[in-house]
């Protein structure tokens, strides 16, 4: 099996107070991956979880090869344990509508913070280092954890799109410009 499943090339290695966000493509990413995808509550806004380690990785290796380019692909370090606790990335949406920021964290970390905290470094790179005209973020109409993490990144509703599952869901969106003027909250 590959020890790297990505089509990124990927190599800025980004941080914030409590979190390293590096590339990537280690083992040890790709586990905790599998581990996150097979654990139901992690899952439960996403899709059914995988039944066991193979699937996960058939999934994994399946979701980073499916035609969106991706644009930033980060395993999330918690600096304090060094231990890895869940992926991000930003990809372009199927629809072409811009590009998606997507996170994804251990059920260990959940309740502390660290998605708002990531998703505001991530989004500031994308649009201070990138040069992103938008950044949008895609969530299930029954989470709203991940929605609050969205507005505290200073996105709006956009509309929906049906590019996860078949069925429509909530787009959050904001423009560079926007962000410029918006978001004063910093994690660094």
């Known amino acids: 099996m590959p020890t790297c499943i990505s089509n990124t090339a990927t190599t800025v290695r980004l ?3 409590r979190l390293v966000l590096e590339p990537f493509g280690l083992p040890e990413h790709i586990k905790v991956w599998c581990d996150m995808d097979m654990d139901a509550e992690v899952m439960r806004h996403i899709r059914p979880p ?4 193979a699937s996960a990785r058939a999934r994994l290796a399946q979701a980073d090869t499916a035609g969106t ?3 930033g692909n980060w ?3 918690e600096k304090e344990s060094n231990i890895i606790i869940g992926r991000a990335l930003l990809r372009w949406l199927a629809d072409d509508r811009g590009v998606e920021i997507g996170y994804r964290l251990s059920r260990t970390c959940w309740g502390k913070g660290y998605a708002s905290e990531l998703a505001h470094r991530i989004v500031a ?3 201070d280092t990138l040069n992103l005209a938008m950044i949008c973020g895609v969530y299930q109409p029954g989470n709203r954890a991940s929605r609050r993490v969205l507005e505290k990144c200073g ?8 590019v996860h599952g078949g069925s429509a869901k909530p787009v959050m969106a904001i423009t ?3 962000w410029k003027n918006g978001p004063t909250k910093t994690f660094a």
Do not use: C, K, L, N
């Open 75 to 77: 395993g999330v370090r």
């Open 15 to 17: 941080e914030t107070p």
């Open 50 to 53: 995988s039944p066991d380690m």
């Open 155 to 162: 996105m709006s509703d956009a509309g929906t799109t049906s």
């Open 125 to 127: 790179h994308g649009f």
């Open 69 to 71: 380019q991706i644009v």
């Open 176 to 178: 560079a410009s926007d």
